[in-house]
């Protein structure tokens, strides 16, 4: 597969069969994060090398899980790296300056 986009429906090449996928996010490197049915556990995020990714153009049987999946991670995966804060803030919302000096009441 040359080019993957976000949403694309994808098979992902495994030691075993090849499951069915929509891509979530494309990484820097040649990695993707995408969503995957898991026997075990149901839908979830695995990050897989871009190489082992190959196009489908038909619905699958888990597709609509998958994409419940995607919009309840979406934003997660959108912000800045590695949880840092987007708009400059640090520290505590609402708690900008220390607390001002009480006077006891003399």
Do not use: F, N, Y
């Amino acid at each position: 597969m040359e080019t993957t986009d976000t949403g694309d429906l994808v098979k992902v090449k495994t030691g075993g069969p090849e499951i069915d996928g929509i891509v979530v996010e494309v990484l820097k490197s040649s990695k993707a994060v995408v969503a995957v049915m898991d026997p075990a556990k149901g839908p979830v995020l695995r990050t897989v090398p871009q190489d082992t990714l190959s196009e489908r153009a038909e619905e699958g049987a888990d597709d609509r899980a998958l994409r419940l999946l995607v919009r309840r991670s979406s934003h997660a995966s959108r912000g800045t790296a590695r949880g840092g804060s987007g708009s400059g803030l640090s520290g505590r919302a609402g708690h900008t300056r220390a607390a001002m000096h009480r006077t006891t009441g003399k």
